[in-house]
């Protein structure tokens, strides 16, 4: 019979499966995200194409998995940002620190990323560099950019520069400022920190739309089951694989491709597969040079997977701009072999792409944030990691 033991604490250690597993679907889930919208900005639709050929149709399966990819994150960030603030909760000026690793988190990339955006527009031509606009209605604009930096994409303003993958930022950004409002309200000693977490809840259920907060529930998921470690035989885990595997197949196959409440029972089905699978994960992993290296592989994709999430937008704009202008290719054939190499050579720019631009941004998020607590802190003398 399984054994369920609820922690004490999350547990974050690297030389555990669970953490292993985790390390390989982040980057797995950004890498899958920038291939299915390669492949959606530069082959026709999947519809259009008649009599397609076997690899188109193995392209178009392979990288159909994207919202799933998203719901991956949703749970994993979970796991992660609500475990990690979990296990800070009684240190000293928690909430403080925890707004730090959030902020910095998000604008170390954003801010230059913008600017990438920017410039992507200017090339191709989408972007009027004569005239700055304050409008929110436009992709552009300041307000657009201002919009995006606090989470408000897809509510007040659109994506900025149209980088639609920043929608589900907007997502996150509300996560992480509803699950320390929800912990206060339950855990604040004060019967006013209590109300206040209560009006600002409530205030932020007006702002967002539904569909935010009903996929909250997936990111609770996550965080709840950090505490849950659940221990199964082989077999057992073999079999939650297989499930997790098989759901992920079976919602592809549905042709699933957005974020509703029509569509929110399957993610919460896949969800719940995928954290009782990382709970019984939750145990210490032999060293061995092959497991090793699995690992650094998946850390190493896992290290700039967000920096990959947000850029590869304005990169496949511009290499489409390209392809169009220099070689007058508009689109990529699912009938032409040499396409299909073009595809491969514009996926694997986008990857060295995103991993260079994380170089001197994401790569130095931890030292920002040591730097913003030491600003902030110094005069009590309070400085963490």
């Known amino acids: 019979m399984p054994k369920i033991t609820i922690l004490e604490k999350t547990n974050l250690q690297e030389d555990h499966w669970h953490s292993m597993v985790i390390s390989q679907l982040r980057g797995l889930a950004a890498l ?9 900005l530069q082959y026709p639709g999947f519809s259009a194409v008649e009599k397609p050929p076997l690899l188109f149709l193995g392209l178009a399966f392979s990288s159909g998995f994207a919202y799933l990819a998203v719901i991956v994150f949703f749970v994993l960030s979970g796991w992660l940002v609500g475990g990690s603030f979990l296990n ?15 902020v910095s988190r998000l604008w170390v990339v954003l801010v230059p990323t913008f600017v990438v955006v920017l410039l992507a527009g200017a090339v191709v031509g989408e972007l009027d560099t004569k005239q700055v606009s304050f409008s929110a209605t436009e992709p552009y604009s300041a307000g657009a950019f201002v ?7 897809t509510i007040m303003v659109p ?9 589900s930022l907007a997502n996150e950004t509300w996560y992480y400022v509803l699950f320390p409002l929800l912990i206060l309200v339950f855990r604040a ?6 109300v206040v977490a209560v009006l600002a809840i409530g205030a932020i259920v007006q702002l967002v739309h539904g569909t935010i907060l009903l996929y909250f529930s997936i990111w609770l998921l996550g965080a709840a089951f950090s505490r849950v470690r659940i221990e199964l035989g082989q077999v057992w885990r073999w079999a939650l ?21 029509k569509e929110y029972p399957d993610y919460l089905l896949f969800s719940l597969i995928f954290v009782l699978f990382l709970s019984s994960m939750q145990f210490k992993r032999q060293a061995g040079p092959k497991l090793d290296r699995i690992d650094r592989t998946g850390r190493f994709f896992a290290n700039f997977s967000f920096t990959l999430y947000v850029l590869h937008v304005p990169m496949i704009l511009v290499m489409g701009y390209a392809l169009r202008s220099v070689f ?27 991993y260079l631009f994380y170089l001197p941004f994401e790569s130095n998020t931890p030292r920002v944030r040591q730097w913003l607590k030491a600003q902030l802190f110094a005069r009590v003398g309070i400085v963490r990691p």
């Open 328 to 354: 007058g290719i508009g689109q990529l054939s699912p009938h032409s072999m040499l396409h299909y190499l073009i595809y491969a050579g514009m996926y694997l720019m986008l990857v060295v792409g995103a």
């Open 241 to 261: 694989l297989l499930l997790l595997v098989g759901s992920a197949v079976f919602i592809r196959l549905q042709g699933t491709t957005n974020f509703t409440l």
């Open 159 to 167: 994506p900025f520069g149209a980088n639609f993958p920043l929608w």
């Open 88 to 102: 800070k909760l009684n240190s000293e000026r928690a909430l403080q620190h925890y707004a730090i690793d959030r």
């Open 32 to 40: 899958q995200v920038a291939a299915a919208h390669l492949r959606a």
């Open 147 to 153: 919009g995006n930096m606090v989470g408000l994409q």
């Open 189 to 194: 000693k004060a019967i006013a920190t209590r």
